[in-house]
């Protein structure tokens, strides 16, 4: 579950929130991870036939009301497949299992656009779960039918809509192959004119010319023809297979009833009815059952990492151990059996055979129907061989008595030929063996040549007169040779001549056009390395970048590996510094200031709770420093004085302290 893909969707619109991976893994609260999951929701269901339920603050919702409504929304999406326990993933949403909840908001945000497509046909196809003691009302069996016609209709129309905006998308690609087309379209046209003008020079180029359409137009006739003759012959088969099998099964209606009539032909479909329910209940779900338990097992062997030679010992000795544990229960079975206690043994017994004759009898069963189409098949072919040579069906009647009286004249030619080849080879022994006679006298009479010529003292007479003749044929051979090839060779000269000439004619405006595509294409290949020059310089700019950014990102995978941990030789180094990860830091530090804000709360609070009385203290101890004040002055004044006041009595002053 890659966590990226879903805080990269969050911090574009409509939601703008700027959360990192660990943020959302680690710090955000779950009821803000069921709220984001309610507006991710709310985003997928706009634009819908139906105004969204999921536009709440979960604050103001009790909770079971929203794991019902999640949940609901998680079945239409079709969340885990058929897997999804409904009861119990509700009650993992009430719970707020943070595990389930990231894995629902990284399962809406990978797949948007697919679950924003199936929220808005959601309302149309939805199947809506009717009980059956309505069903039983005419007028809801009539509302059923019409809602499934409808949702017929609804996905016809809204396939042809699909297809009218993937062809709409495209209107940009048709317009280049328009413009492509165009310009095919104008070098088609120069080269039929360039064709023409050559045709123009034909004599009598208006008469071929009609002749080649005649020759088309016949063409396509013989092909449209072909094409009905095989499709005629295709109908001609299948009609013939489904002639067949009805003659079949009529034959078999004719058996059944001449054998046991319409009683034992009941009897045979219900027994026939009661094995094909036997298979389609107990068989086939049973086959079904295995080959998914096959290919879970299979998913999972491929899933888990390769196995080393220990876990292939320790699961021989977990095969051992089952395998004894297995013998051990079979064994206390066996003597509970023995015992006689158990009165159900010999029924559980006789069924257990039941049971097996019945699944090898259905097995049986299953290799002869297949056997059975086999040859059906083997006999379709055998029937397709005997069949007449320009096909059809099998020949009956005088077309069959015909067909013999060809094969009978075919094999009598057979035999013929099978005659004159025996004549052939016994005349081709005889020819063999007189040339092994010849060669035999020729080597004798070769041999009393030879010693002839050596009595006569001209050894290699005979030899040397038939090498000089050989060599005056030959002599004469390549005379008359060389006549031939000189006179073939002037006549290829001239006929190179005028083909090079010709040639030069019809290659001269090519040649033209040639020049001027060559001046076209040095210009392209400057254009092109002009072009390459920006791309190599752009390429290295690149190069620079991702290199950078590699770093980069090698210096943020430490510093994440420092924060949270898994590399043993980052740990190591920061052991050394007293701590193990910065995450353990930073969290202890978290943890201080915590304390530290809570002792600060404490505190003020404190002096909230002492501020009032502390201001009127400070009010009264004001009030006691000006009355001090006053009767220092006064006590001056009296003291400049000589102690009389104005007067003219006499006071007595004293320091006194009132309060």
Known sequence: MDLRIVTERLAQPPFNKNLSVIQLHDEVPPYALVQLISDVAAYLEEGGPLPSIHKVDIRNEEPEATAWRIGEFMRILKFRG????INTFR?????????????????????ASIHKKRCYLAPFLEVVDVPSDFMQDDLMLDLSEQVAILQDQFKEVHKYVEGLRQT???????????????????????????????????????????AAKKLRVEQQLEATMAERIREQRNSVQTADKKYAEAQKQLKEVRNAITSGGAEGLLAKMQEECKMNKYLATENLPKQIEETKQRIRDLKRVILEPPLKEADFDAMDEEVKMLNAETARLAEKKLLKANSGDDKLALFRQQAAIIARKKEGTAQRLTTLTEEVSRLSGELESRREQTRGPGGGKVLKGDDLKKYVSELRGKSNVYKLKRTELSELQAEYGILQRTQQILFAREQSMSSNMSELERRSGVPGYSHDRETLEKVSERKSDLDSVKGKTLQEIS???????????????????????????????????ADYSEKK??????????????????????????????????????????????????????????????????????????????????????????DVKKLLQLKVAHNQKVLNGGGVDSSGFTQITQDRLVL
């Open 91 to 111: 009650h993992e949403i009430q719970s707020a299992d943070r595990p389930l909840l990231l894995e629902i908001l990284h399962f809406l945000i990978k797949d």
């Open 168 to 210: 709409g998308g495209a209107t940009a690609s048709i317009k280049r192959e328009i413009t492509q087309m165009e310009e095919e379209k104008q070098q088609v046209l120069s080269k039929i004119s360039k064709i023409k003008k050559k045709v123009e020079q034909v004599p009598n180029h208006q008469v071929w010319l009609e």
């Open 82 to 85: 058929s897997a999804l326990d």
């Open 533 to 622: 020059r920006h791309y190599d310089a752009m390429l290295m700019g690149l190069d620079s970048d991702a290199v950078k950014l590699e770093q980069e990102f090698g210096a943020a995978l430490q510093e994440m590996k420092a924060y949270i941990g898994g590399d043993e030789a980052i740990e190591g180094q920061q052991k050394l510094r007293g701590f193990k990860t910065y995450r353990d830091v930073y969290n202890k530090r978290i943890l201080e200031q915590e304390n530290m804000g809570k002792s600060l709360r404490e505190h003020q609070k404190e002096i909230k709770a002492k501020h009032e009385p502390n201001v009127k203290q400070l009010a009264y101890f004001s």
């Open 491 to 525: 006549d290829i000269i001239g006929s190179i001549v005028d083909n090079i000439n010709d040639k030069k004619t019809v290659l001269a405006p090519v040649i033209t056009e040639l020049r001027k595509l060559r001046v076209m294409a040095s210009d392209l290949e």
